[in-house]
């Protein structure tokens, strides 16, 4: 590994042979929490390889013992892995329950940003906490969408080596090439606001230059690639339907396959060319072939292992986890940092300043101008700055919450 490092190589191997599923009722236990502490290390170690190429250990760990709950930690963990094949090939009938599971993340996606428009990150002065505790929620959601996504794109690069169940699946049960389209039209990873353009780049929204807004976002990319991957290859052209419908929903993709397009893709001038070819043909009836389609394991066994439990286990969880004692919510109230460390010590480890700098998508931004920033406030290490005029002109705003934590710091 890295210079940079988090596990030494025997504890990664030792962390993922410990790695185990949870029955519902002991959703939020001592080792439910344990086994978070554990992924989230992973999936930062992993991060970590990825970005200093020192090699892929957590990867090959995963494929070695076949273990590849906690939704935003794992989806990002397999974000990472699934960039190589042999994740996808080791899985083998498992990709049944993921290819579901991102299909579901990606249809609330677009039914969310039809009806509603993309999250907020803005909190608001007159916000409830029950409020903004939505709207971290609603984000979060959004996050791990757009992380099913680039799952889903990796999934198709293998598509000609997957069996015939998960090609049925993708193809007839899901009909994803429609459901990308729907996503490319909608773009729920930008928008408009005050006349500028923003995209969601690096878990934040970012305002675009005129000279940047021609150019391919890495979510447009991972769209139009599993397009490509999923019209083009020769064993999903011979199973997908090319029903009306598709038809219709497929055509409109010639509007998008512009030439500053095809300049930064050109491998999609091959769809271009078989979208031509499409509009000339004539759409088939559905097929009526005998297709012995495989249940997915995992969503399977979930119901029928607690089949007529839901309500039992809903009221140990409200009773165990979601009632916290006195003194829980006394440690929840104080600054954060300071009760998340003394509940979980071993986290500060998991948390360490310069690992979290490291694995972060980009350099922090400056608090008043949003220019990437070098320097941090001294007094509370929480605000970021490009310069001394900026933070200046900051302190306005900044000088009440910093003098607050600063005070809080020296109180412990």
Known sequence: MGDLELLLPGEADVLVRGLRSFPLLEMGSGGWNQQHENVEKLNMQAILDATTSQGEPIQELLVTHGKVHHEASIINLLETVFFHKEVCESAEDTVLDLIDYCHRKLTLLVARTSHGGPPEEEESQHSTPMQELQKQAELMEFEIALKALSVLRYITDCVDSLSLSILNRMLSTHNLPCLLVELLEHSPWSKRKGGKLQRFEGGCWQTVGPSEQQKLSKLDGQVWIALYNLLLSHEARARYCLTSFAKEQLLKLRAFLTDTLLDQLPNLADLQGFLAHLAL????????????????????????????K?????????????????????????????????????????????????????????????AEASKRCSRCQNEWYCCRECQVKHWEKHGKACVLVAQGDRAK
């Open 281 to 308: 043909t004539e759409t088939q009836p559905p097929k009526k072939d005998l297709v012995l389609e495989q249940i997915p394991e995992i969503w399977e066994r979930l119901e029928r292992e607690n089949r007529g």
């Open 310 to 370: 839901w309500q039992a286990i809903a009221k140990h969880q409200l009773q165990h986890v979601f009632s916290p004692s006195e003194q829980d919510l006394r440690l929840q109230a104080r600054r954060p940092s300071q009760a998340f460390l003394t509940t979980f010590p071993r986290w500060a480890e998991t948390y360490r300043l310069d690992v979290l700098e490291a694995v972060a998508p980009e350099r922090p931004r400056c608090a008043y101008c949003s």
